[in-house]
């Protein structure tokens, strides 16, 4: 277990991943989410991306590790929002980073996070986080 951890406004964590086809196939398996974008080079050929992107909620999904880790055990996500602003590639890495921007007295954590590209440093994903402590 990751132990309890004490939160400030300010406190920043970050990662990075590589977007790799064999997760896409895991997420889309564990989905169920078959759209042909994410696993049809032709088809996908065809579309505005022009090639095979991953599915947005991959990426997100791994905010949740993140929190775990900036927070400690014991954290529930109540509402998580965000807007895609440009798809993530196959093979892209991923940098991940979650900030802490409030602390409230009812024991809910307020966050902001961002996805980037790390080669381009393009802005990908950006959404906010508020959960709760549970014990």
Do not use: W
């Not at 977007?19 to 579309?47: M, V």
């Not at 400690?72 to 802490?100: R, T, W």
């Amino acid at each position: 277990m990751n132990s309890q951890k004490k939160a400030k406004a300010g406190d920043i964590i970050s990662d990075e991943r590589r977007i790799s086809s064999d997760l896409i196939k895991s997420f889309g398996d564990i989905s169920d989410d078959k759209n042909p974008i994410h696993f049809d080079n032709e088809f996908a050929g065809k579309t505005l991306f022009k090639k095979r992107i991953a599915h947005g909620l991959l990426s997100v999904s791994y905010i949740s590790a993140l929190l775990t880790k900036l927070l400690g055990d014991g954290n529930v996500i109540l509402s998580l929002g965000f807007d895609i602003k440009a798809p993530v590639y196959v093979d892209d890495i991923i940098v991940l980073k979650l900030e802490v921007t409030k602390i409230n007295r009812n024991k809910t954590i307020e966050l902001e996070f961002r996805i980037n590209n790390k080669l381009s440093e393009l802005l990908l994903i950006k959404g906010t986080i508020r959960c709760i402590k549970v014990y």
